[in-house]
């Protein structure tokens, strides 16, 4: 076996955890993980879940394996199904696929109290990542492949084996006595990762294999996190945030800082784990001013406001608001968001005299609507940040705690 120990890299990875998830189909990879993860920490550490997508027919027999390797391995086990399945979507069924399994996996995870959740992909699989986005032109960001740790959805997502190929882990396996099962999809040349995976072996007449694509990748990585050095101070300088918006004094020089800037502050404001297209991003920054994943920019003074769209946020309900807002206020309420409606009442009561002029706050109507306020049943019962505070305080999470997070979410 080359390269680094599995066991070491499970135990590095996890040092400091308490309870973690392992994502386990069945398949040669999350098998071993599974089956090292309880040797390196301990079952008492290890939870185990199997999502079955109902995309093939054996994945429930699939699941049903895992259950009984995990009963003899003392390992807790469930079974999560995705209800809308391969009838009920249109599209790109693996890209629906994958994001269903990444957001029950998540959901499982913040119902048991779980620290992280491990994910078996390989060296193999980060090279293959590699070689699918170089073929799509991605950059520094891109070609750095999968984060060995991403913070995403209130969940730390671990790759420990990102550095161990698939072969050290089968060699692991049948060390061990232990069987695996092999999806047929893996093997289905529709889809692009199986591409990727043939491509690879024809490269290694070239010397490009799976080692070397994942040191790219990592060196990449150390590029990124210098660039996110200086867009962190970029933003620092640049952006203040005010009432739930950002005042943007300029933007920096460096087309690669300004677009990562711009990047970061459209997916704090929307909640987005993903950049924005840069093709989108240059036609906004181009303009001006202009819509972008629910968000609204426009000149202000000698520099910029982007705030929320107020058509995003129009059928929000529940807390924390648009995922970063909470109040507090003397009675029953809910937050949602101002609109058309809630400003036009607004109007209403000032020229009664019952409160200044939401004008007087120098906020333009547009940005306002897309603001939040306080209504109880159809009733606006308060508009804190519009000079109408009734006694209701709202609030939202930092610029700063957004950015900090999404270091670890590439």
């Known amino acids: 076996m080359t390269g680094p120990a599995p066991l070491a890299c ?15 189909s069945g398949g040669g990879d ?134 161990v190929s698939r072969a050290a882990l089968r060699d692991a396996l049948r060390t061990r006595g232990l069987s695996w099962v092999e999806d047929p999809t893996n093997a289905d040349l529709r889809f692009q990762r199986p ?43 640049l952006v203040r945030e005010d009432r739930g918006t950002l005042r943007i004094a300029a933007w920096p020089a460096l087309p690669e800082i300004r677009d990562r800037m711009a990047a970061h502050l459209l997916m704090h404001l929307s909640g987005a784990w993903h950049r924005p297209r840069l093709e989108d991003l240059h036609r906004l920054l181009a303009r001006g001013q202009g819509t972008l994943m629910g968000c609204l920019l426009q000149p202000e003074g000698d520099g910029w406001r982007l705030s929320r769209e107020a058509v995003a946020v129009a059928a929000l309900r529940g807390t924390p608001w648009d995922g970063r807002w909470r109040a507090e206020g003397p009675g029953p309420g809910e937050i949602r968001a101002l609109g058309e409606d809630g400003l036009t009442r607004l109007s209403r009561q000032a020229r009664a005299g019952q409160h200044p002029h939401w004008r007087e706050t120098g906020l333009a109507r547009a940005v306002l609507a897309g603001l939040p306020a306080i209504w109880h049943n159809d009733a606006l019962i308060a508009a804190p940040l519009a000079a109408w505070p009734q006694g209701w305080h709202l609030s939202a999470r930092p610029l700063a705690a957004i950015v900090a997070d999404r270091a670890l979410s590439h």
């Open 30 to 163: 999350s098998i071993a993980a599974l089956v090292l993860a309880v040797e390196a920490l301990g079952a008492a550490r290890v939870r185990a879940v199997t999502v079955d997508h109902g995309l093939r027919p054996e994945a429930a027999h699939e699941a049903a394996g895992v259950a009984a390797l995990c009963a003899r391995l003392g390992v807790p086990h469930a079974v999560l199904r995705w209800a809308e399945g391969a009838g009920g979507h249109r599209g790109n069924l693996m890209g629906a696929a994958r994001a269903a399994r990444y957001a029950l996996i998540g959901d499982w995870a913040r119902a048991g109290g779980l620290d992280a959740v491990i994910l078996a992909h390989t060296q193999d699989d980060q090279a293959e990542t590699v070689l699918m986005r170089l073929a799509r032109g991605s950059g520094v960001d891109g070609v750095s492949g999968m984060a060995e740790r991403r913070l995403a959805g209130g969940i730390l997502w671990l790759r420990p084996l990102l550095g």
């Open 195 to 237: 591409r990727a995976r043939g491509a690879l072996a024809a490269l290694a007449d070239l010397g490009i294999d799976a080692a070397g694509l994942a040191a790219t990748a990592q060196r990449m990585r150390r590029a990124r996190d210098a660039l996110e050095a200086q867009t962190q101070a970029a933003l620092d300088a």
């Open 10 to 24: 499970l135990r590095e990875a996890c040092a400091g955890l308490g309870r973690v998830g392992i994502a386990v």
